[in-house]
């Protein structure tokens, strides 16, 4: 706590003046606990002590008492990662309201699909209103605004739709600060694509088609799956995750593996994960789950289970 | 001529004392006329007019009389931008000297993921080195840096592959200066990278079993080509390229519209486009075909169309 505060008027006192085009400026008084403790909570009251709320307009710069969300991330303060991601979600949260944003999700809860756009946003500490679509009923706002596909998740910004969920994660990325999602380095970026791109096009279509596909292709599906996953095994060598120390694009692309193999698993009483096989794969696992923002971001596995098993009562999809 | 001399003159002027960190400096003489053939020419042995080529160490920037490639692609500078491109490309390939990069690029000729890259490669100026791969007959560099796939396009950049074609478009963009792929603003990015998926995904999938698929499934696959290729038409509205006046992200991905399906029609003799139902698409497809850059990145139509008809004798592809 008192560190957290000490971080904070050390960065008052060094960028009090780097913001120079002020949009809004609130004041309010209140003690460096109270302060934490709002944060904590995501109170948007902001009784914050001898300080400003300051909403640049130029550059959508956020400044608590000259603090920016763009050094909130910088390394210089990724030592006290925990109180800045917090602060960020809360000026982010506080911005979109003062921005007049309008972020709106359309999705299904079950859906790994939707979950990473849920994972994005609550990693960037984005305020959005969650629709849940009826698939088997869409809404006309759904059909509107994506006719080409009509499917979720779609992320509507004040307006304007953007569709598929690894479109929308890049734009999230580059809309909202805080929380990184891609890496800065292009080479980094690349290889994360890839491996985003890896999970959408192999290993989620084969681990889909050994629980549910028609039964003569199964067998070879469960095959696939053993041969991809162990692929992304190597590719974890001894990273925690697959974005290094943080959670960043393809960890939340590999919600279909972190949480969706897992449900699918029990749902279909099928075994594809074997912790002797894929050690780090499952150490990665245990580690997703742990993650306090993912947690909040997966629908009910109990739940999900149940309806899977309603769903493909036959034993295998129907396409 | 005089207003591309008068404009590098202007530049010269303004621009003098922008760059700090100078790495290489020369200084050869010549006149307007001269400058202008050389790069033309894309000679390297710059001889230029009371001038310097000066490539700076910070940022990789590149200064031709203080005329930088960043200013290059501004848009104070967009009415001259054939000379800044030729410009461009001639400090770039001048650059990639200096620096020792070295850029390879495995393909297959005739491969529309080949071509896409090909063609961002000279949009931007960089000079490559190609190596034409035998797919019946991978080489074990290929194997090496791309052993999850094994397939081409690959990307190797000074030692480092990338792979996928899509990916290998964003690192080009995010790793090179000059002609842009991508826009800068994020909805308009999220908008061209939804495009590309789309013509990745249901595009060239149908035109391909239009032409080359089984028996029973063509007649479906050419009213789906109708269907997505009347999208694309419709998603192109009064712009004369899907990236505006310039070649973007949409229109390399697209090259699989406005090159390889009008030589699988002929290859294969069946007839998707049609002038009437189609009329903005045709006249993309003209404009895309006429761009010079375009032009020299695509392999020889009639050998092509005689490489198609022999490998898929039998009318259909084995896959």
Known sequence: MDRAYSVI????????????????????????????GSIRQRSLSFPVNNAKIIVG??????????????????KRWSQTFELHHELNCLVQGHKSVIMGEEVVLFGTRGSPYTCRIEIALKLKGVQYKYIDEDLANKSPSLLKYNPVHKKVPVLVHNGKPVLESLVILEYIDETWQGHPILPEDPYERATARFWAKFIDEKCFPAIFKSCWGEEKEREKAVEEVSLVLKILEDELKEKKLFGGENVGLVDIVAVVVGFSLGVYEEAARVELLNKEKLPRLCNWIDDFLSDSFIKESLPPRDKLIAYLRNRFKSGNASK
């Open 9 to 36: 008027q050390h960065a008052m006192s060094q960028l009090e003046d780097e913001f120079q085009h002020i949009l809004i400026r609130n004041t309010v008084p209140l003690g460096a606990e109270r302060l934490y």
């Open 57 to 74: 307009e130029d550059d959508m710069s956020v400044v608590v008492s000259g603090f920016s969300s763009g050094c909130i991330r910088s």
